[in-house]
Nanobody, 123 residues
Framework: QVQLVESGGGLVQAGGSLRLSCAAS????????MGWARQAPGKERELVAA???????NYADSVKGRFTMSRDNAKNTVYLQMNSLKPEDTAVYYC?????????????????WGQGTQVTVSS
């Protein structure tokens, strides 16, 4: 069974930074792509960053140039470094495991999800 546990959320002022972590249990972590999604109140969940098993990344336009996703296969962990945060980045952030080594920014490409961590950016 795969379990994903996010950490690192919190309250930060606009322009600040946060680093989210997601620790994964289960076998073959390094064989699967991973993603970070977010859901703001009243809005649909959206994928904002993804990383393939080989380390290639893809980002939504809304976060490109500000967010960086990385992975440490030795620690079964993925990270999301978020810089230049804006109030519109406020959301619950979820870690997800892809169905394959590759990735997509489509939610249906992911079949395991964490419980989420709250990120609040004040203006």
């Amino acid at each position: 069974q795969v379990q994903l546990v996010e950490s690192g959320g919190g309250l930060v002022q606009a322009g600040g930074s946060l680093r989210l972590s997601c620790a994964a249990s289960g076998r073959s972590f390094s064989s699967f792509g991973m993603g970070w999604a977010r859901q703001a109140p009243g809005k649909e969940r959206e994928l904002v960053a993804a990383i393939t098993s080989g380390g290639s990344t893809n980002y939504a336009d809304s976060v490109k140039g500000r967010f960086t996703m990385s992975r440490d296969n030795a620690k079964n962990t993925v990270y999301l470094q978020m810089n230049s945060l804006k109030p519109e980045d406020t959301a619950v952030y979820y870690c997800a495991r892809a169905r394959s080594p590759g990735v997509t920014l489509n939610l249906y490409g992911y079949n395991y999800w964490g419980q989420g961590t709250q990120v609040t950016v004040s203006s």
